[in-house]
């Protein structure tokens, strides 16, 4: 996509509110045990402007400071196809694709959703291909004339994880409540995440009763999160994943600037701290959860 590192910088100018440091942050210190960044958008961040790292150079920085793989998510059908020739590429990444719950009612308004989503069916059985997402529901940008269709395709997305064996990746803002409905009503499948979470502690064991991985991205390094936090302090162990969504969310002390995966360490470290846990531990259990997360080592 020609326009990415434009739409890049316009997209996580919006999330962080900040534009006027666009450079690239420094390498923090290597972690001391490999992790997995379980959610980033290489495609997005791919491109010569402003910092922005290609392909190789995001996956070379990232294993210099032991994040040492990572799953790429599709959230259209440029990118899912993008994804999927990314995770063949390269043995570091897997991939997950779907039609963001953004994207879904403009394909249903256009009259191409069916099209749309029989070929997102298709790039979900190529190889390296681990979840389906990011699916789900997001009433922030979509207003009342697109929710029945975004529920939709939200439905279908579940139905095509657990026919494929696949993990589900869901996308939740401003929609809480709604989420766990339509995976209540649906049935979870076997594996499926909550990227970048966004609830307090009363959301994060509701999910967790019912079954899912809680993903926190840099925006629990943030000042104005003092829920998140919470919720970060009670995922069990075994639940708990890690991610960037780069470029977007860069964690603190960097907050508005470019991210990508090798800025994984400044979440890891808070979250050591806040669960006083020793890093190495919480490091190798991150590893552990992510492979079980989304079907075994890779």
Aim: proline share 6%; net charge negative.
């Amino acid at each position: 996509m020609n326009d990415q590192p434009t739409r890049a910088r316009a997209a996580t100018e919006e999330k962080s509110g900040s534009s006027r440091d666009r450079s690239r942050p420094p390498a923090p210190e290597p972690l001391p045990h490999p992790v997995i960044d379980n959610h980033c958008h290489l495609d997005i961040a791919d491109g010569p402007a402003d910092g922005w790292l290609d392909t190789r150079a995001a996956l070379d920085e990232a294993a210099r400071v032991n994040v040492t793989r990572v799953v790429q998510i599709g959230y259209d059908l440029v990118s899912s196809r993008w994804s999927v020739t990314a995770a063949q590429a390269h043995p570091e990444i897997v991939a997950g694709v779907a039609l963001h719950p953004n994207e879904a009612p403009k394909h249903a308004a256009a009259g191409d959703f069916e099209e749309a989503f029989a070929e997102i069916e298709q790039l979900a059985t190529a190889a390296g291909v681990r979840a389906v997402g990011e699916t789900g529901l997001d009433t922030f940008r979509t207003g009342e004339d697109g929710r029945a269709a975004q529920e939709e395709s939200f439905r279908r997305h579940i139905e095509l994880a657990k026919r494929l064996d696949k993990t589900l990746v869901i996308h939740d803002r401003d929609a809480h409540e709604d989420v766990l409905r339509v995976v209540n009503e649906e049935g979870a499948p076997d594996r499926w995440v909550m990227h970048c979470f966004s609830g307090d502690a009363d959301f994060a064991r509701r999910c967790l009763d019912a079954g899912a991985y809680l993903s926190f991205a840099g925006t629990v390094t943030f000042k104005n999160a003092p829920d998140l936090r919470e919720a970060a302090a009670v995922t069990p162990g075994d639940r708990l994943l890690v991610e960037t969504d780069a470029p977007f969310l860069t964690p603190m002390p960097y907050r508005g600037r470019p991210n990508a995966s090798y800025l994984m360490p400044h979440t890891l470290r808070l979250l050591a701290d806040l669960r006083t846990q020793d890093l190495t531990e919480l490091c190798a259990a991150v590893e552990a959860n992510t492979f079980a997360a989304f079907g075994g080592a890779w």
